[in-house]
C-alpha cells in the first residue's frame, strides 16, 4: 500500500475487493488518499467493494471536492453508500469539471 501512495504515474488504478485480511480498510483509505493529493496524471480510480464505511468514503468525496485532479472516472459502488454524496458532488464537479463518471450507489 505505501508503493501504491507513491507512484505519482499510474493513470488508470483498480482497487476492487483489495483488502487482504491482514490489512485494514483504514490503511487502504490511507493509501487511497495520498494517492489523490499525489498522483496529476491518473484518470480512473476504481473502489469497489471495499467494505469501506460512509464517513471513510466521505473523506475520498470532501478531499475530491477541494483537490483539483485528472480523474474523468471514479466508482465507489460496492461501499457503505450511507454517504449523501449530493451535497459533495457540485464542489467535486466544479473543483473538477473533467470528472465526467462518478458512481457511489
Same mark, same amino acid.
Given at each position: 500500500?505505501?508503493?501504491?501512495?507513491?507512484?505519482?504515474?499510474?493513470?488508470?488504478?483498480? @482497487?476492487?475487493?483489495?483488502? &487482504?485480511? %491482514?490489512?485494514?480498510?483504514? +490503511? *487502504?483509505?490511507?493509501?487511497? !488518499?495520498?494517492?489523490?493529493? #499525489?498522483?496529476?496524471?491518473?484518470?480512473?480510480?476504481?473502489?469497489?467493494?471495499?467494505?469501506?464505511?460512509?464517513?471513510?468514503?466521505?473523506?475520498?468525496?470532501? @478531499?475530491?471536492?477541494?483537490? &483539483?485532479? %485528472?480523474?474523468?472516472?471514479? +466508482? *465507489?459502488?460496492?461501499?457503505? !453508500?450511507?454517504?449523501?454524496? #449530493?451535497?459533495?458532488?457540485?464542489?467535486?464537479?466544479?473543483?473538477?469539471?473533467?470528472?465526467?463518471?462518478?458512481?457511489?450507489?
Amino acid at each position: 500500500l505505501q508503493a501504491l501512495s507513491k507512484n505519482t504515474a499510474l493513470r488508470q488504478v483498480s @482497487l476492487c475487493q483489495a483488502i &487482504p485480511a %491482514s490489512d485494514s480498510t483504514q +490503511d *487502504l483509505m490511507v493509501a487511497v !488518499s495520498d494517492l489523490i493529493r #499525489s498522483n496529476k496524471t491518473m484518470t480512473s480510480l476504481s473502489l469497489v467493494n471495499n467494505n469501506f464505511t460512509s464517513s471513510q468514503i466521505e473523506v475520498v468525496l470532501r @478531499l475530491l471536492s477541494t483537490t &483539483p485532479v %485528472s480523474l474523468t472516472e471514479l +466508482d *465507489l459502488s460496492g461501499n457503505d !453508500s450511507g454517504v449523501d454524496a #449530493s451535497a459533495l458532488m457540485v464542489d467535486i464537479i466544479r473543483v473538477n469539471p473533467q470528472l465526467r463518471l462518478l458512481l457511489a450507489e
